[in-house]
């Protein structure tokens, strides 16, 4: 047997990733004992950058097979315990240094540690994934795809009693899903390969399956596709027995995927079907939570969706089958919760849980639009008005919140003002409409003197007059809750009238 005469060994597998790997090497430098890189083909300088490192390179020719190359490093590994990476993720500087404290409790035999990855487009995505485990020559990669040492360490932990831990204070970075370095990389279509090699190999596999299915999902002309491989996924998770069904990975979000599938194709009965089936709670998974919330609320359970909705936001739930987005806990669930109490009629609660979002997020257009609808709830048309203008002030132009604005204008019979505001939000097509369903109930004349209000500020708004607006009286309830759209900057010059 070898002897394993260091703490921790770095293992890595690499092809021409000369520019990401130093920022990576970087990370750990003087965390890890050794660093042992696989190299499956580079034509890039990226063999040379690792062995300045001091990494031991081993130059092998690619298979298609993930698992295969990264059991050639686990084979050269001296350390007690393996740390994997990739080369586009990193460590922030010093962070690492905290990985060698939980190497010496013998109560553990692997940790999982939060991994951030920019999507683009201010999505992001948080998974917790098992990158830190003791070394075993019976641990082993699996899968030539998403492959995973999961369940030789889940043997492993049923003999000794040693567990899973989870590490709160060392966060990875990864940006391989930036869409401009997956086009680059030709990911998807490398990984559709693989996938369909994968599930032809293992076609019991739900993990392989699940996994396919979201690779599947964001690609359009795939859909039957993708309903083919979260449906088998999902079968196969209905036929495991207890311990199985402990032991899968993924197994929370297999019925989250599932359930927000059928959502998604308007199989509504189906979808509640699934979360009675599961009841929330029952994965203490904030992910499956969420889709069940959003699951209920369609089908018109909506006090049972708002409970779902806050439970998502407690305190991280941690297990090896939950994977959660932190925008999930951050954004999308609090949104939720509060659509949910307007719908409820609870005008207040919903606008205080859309304000702090406002607070934190003040691009996220949803939540002005909620603190708007909150406010008409209880009857304040002024202070939705001034809380679309904050929200237009933080997202200038944007067609939702210009929609709203005229929509709200119109109910206090604005009538040009509105109409002028549904034209910059591109609806010109649909005022005439709008506005009929807007003023039935109660359908007027303006008067000479509103006409000419709206007039003038019609044309303030199209920028194509100044006036000396506090004379009008329109314009002195209007200007304090829109305050920059209407007055002239500072040094200004008003043209004559």
């Keep these: 047997m070898k002897q ?77 315990w393996v740390l994997v990476l990739d080369a586009d993720e990193f460590f922030e500087p010093g962070c690492s240094q905290g990985i060698r404290d939980l190497l010496q409790d013998e109560r553990y035999l692997g940790y999982y540690m939060p991994c951030r990855s920019p999507l683009g487009n201010s999505d992001s995505l948080e998974v917790s994934l098992l990158r830190l485990f003791r070394a075993s020559p019976k641990v082993r990669f699996r899968y030539p795809i998403h492959e995973q040492v999961l369940e030789d360490l889940q043997a492993w932990s049923e003999k000794t009693g040693q567990r899973f831990g989870h590490i709160e204070d060392v966060v990875l970075h990864h940006d391989g899903y930036l869409p401009e370095v997956a086009k680059r990389k030709r ?68 019925f989250a995927h599932y359930a927000a599938h059928l959502l998604e194709t308007d199989q509504l009965e189906k979808a509640e079907s699934v979360i009675d089936e599961e009841p929330p709670g029952s994965f203490r998974s904030p992910t499956y939570d969420y889709v069940a919330a959003l699951v209920l609320e369609a ?60 607070q934190r997020h003040p691009q996220t257009v949803a939540c002005w639009r909620i603190m708007a609808d909150a406010c008409l709830v209880v009857g304040d048309v002024g ?36 109409l002028s505001f549904l034209e910059r939000a591109g609806t010109s097509e649909r005022i005439g409409q709008i506005a009929l369903e807007v003023l039935r109930p109660a359908q007027r004349v303006l008067d000479p003197q509103e006409h000419e209000e709206v007039r003038v500020l019609q044309e303030v708004v199209r920028g194509s ?32 009238g």
Aim: glycine residues 6%; hydrophobic residues 40%.
């Design 187 to 254: 990911k998807t279509e490398r990984n559709l390969r693989l996938f369909r090699k994968a599930v032809a190999d293992y076609p019991d596999s739900l993990y392989l399956w699940f996994k396919y299915a979201e690779a599947l999902r964001p690609i359009p002309g795939d859909s039957h596709l993708h309903h083919t491989a979260i449906q088998r996924a999902y079968e196969l998770s209905r036929a495991l027995n207890g311990e199985e069904r402990r032991r899968a990975p993924h197994l929370a979000d297999v």
């Design 383 to 418: 202070g939705a008005l001034h809380d679309l203008a904050e929200g237009l002030r933080a997202n200038p132009e944007h067609p939702e919140l210009l929609s709203q604005t005229g929509l709200v204008l119109l109910r206090v019979r604005r009538m040009e003002l509105a």
């Design 4 to 80: 394993r005469s260091l703490d921790l060994s770095l293992c890595m597998i690499v092809k021409d990733a000369e520019s990401e790997l130093p920022r990576c090497l970087d990370s750990v430098v003087g965390v890890v004992d050794e660093m042992i890189i696989v190299d499956t083909g580079s034509t890039d300088r990226t063999v040379e950058v690792a062995r300045s490192y001091g990494a031991q390179v081993f130059e092998i020719a690619w298979n298609d097979d993930f698992s295969a190359a990264r059991n050639v490093s686990l084979d050269r590994a001296r350390g007690r």
């Design 299 to 358: 089908r018109g359970r909506v006090r049972e969706a708002l409970r779902c909705a806050r439970d998502c936001q407690g305190p991280d739930r941690h297990s090896f089958l939950v994977v959660a987005s932190s925008k999930l806990r951050s954004i999308q669930a609090p949104l939720l919760e509060a659509r949910l109490h307007l719908q409820l009629g609870d005008g207040k609660v919903a606008r205080g849980v859309a304000h702090s979002i406002s």
């Design 465 to 496: 007059r100044r006036h000396d607006l506090p004379t009008s009286p329109a314009v002195r309830v209007l200007a304090p809750i829109f305050g920059s759209l209407f007055l002239p900057k500072a040094g200004e010059v008003s043209a004559p």
